[in-house]
T-cell receptor, first 113, second 113 residues
Framework: KNQVEQSPQSLIILEGKNCTLQ??????????LRWYKQDTGRGPVSLTI?????NTKSNGRYTATLDADTKQSSLHITASQLSDSASYIC????????????FGAGTRLFVKA | KAGVTQTPRYLIKTRGQQVTLSCSPI?????VSWYQQTPGQGLQFLFE???????NKGNFPGRFSGRQFSNSRSEMNVSTLELGDSALYLC????????????FGPGTRLTVT
């Protein structure tokens, strides 16, 4: 069964610190992996999209990595800000010629002053 | 360019009633996907519409249905509401069918009492 698992479930860090969120998946055949940021009460906003051939993608202070061999991805947040407090969702799509997407449960990040 | 809009933003219904949610995609986008988000299950795919036709469907009962109009606007209907249908319903638009670059709306918070 195709799955996407994220860890940790929640995380508390101090403002200015770095953190790394993990995403492991069993989706096959793999098409792409996306990281979304979702603020409370709002829709998810795309941070990065990576295909099989990409192993790093940055978006400002957000850097995503992908290891397609081990089926692992990470999202690294540098110099965290209070506004980074949100849920971060890992999404993996299958390459079946159709459109099938599996969402992770998300990591809830709290950044404290 | 205006983003994805969803109406209403909040809704309270009683068990057994039916509800219709509306989604207006980004101008020029022809694909609209619907998702249900609950704290316990995370984001789950309901269905995707493209050119007024349902192209993909998730594992939800027939009480959940949708349609898309010629202007790409989409509606989702849930009949015979159950308490478990309480959730945030998100709509996402894309330029093409199965396009992985999705843009989410703010969602409709449905509470069933």
């Amino acid at each position: 069964k195709n799955q996407v698992e994220q860890s940790p479930q929640s995380l508390i860090i101090l403002e200015g610190k770095n953190c790394t969120l993990q995403c492991n998946y069993t989706v096959s055949p793999f098409s792409n992996l996306r990281w979304y940021k979702q603020d409370t009460g709002r829709g998810p906003v795309s941070l990065t999209i990576m295909t099989f051939s990409e192993n790093t993608k940055s978006n400002g202070r957000y850097t995503a990595t992908l290891d397609a061999d081990t089926k692992q991805s990470s999202l690294h947040i540098t110099a965290s800000q209070l506004s980074d407090s949100a849920s971060y969702i890992c999404v993996v799509s299958e390459d079946t010629g159709g459109f099938k997407t599996i969402f992770g449960a998300g990591t809830r990040l709290f950044v404290k002053a | 360019k205006a983003g994805v809009t969803q109406t209403p933003r909040y809704l309270i219904k009683t068990r057994g009633q039916q509800v219709t949610l509306s989604c207006s995609p980004i101008s020029g986008h022809r694909s609209v996907s619907w998702y249900q988000q609950t704290p316990g299950q995370g984001l789950q795919f309901l269905f995707e519409y493209f050119s007024e036709t349902q192209r993909n469907k998730g594992n939800f009962p027939g009480r959940f249905s949708g349609r898309q109009f010629s202007n790409s606007r989409s509606e989702m209907n849930v009949s015979t509401l159950e308490l478990g249908d309480s959730a945030l319903y998100l709509c996402a638009s894309s330029p093409r069918q199965g396009d992985y670059e999705q843009y989410f709306g703010p969602g409709t918070r449905l509470t069933v009492t």
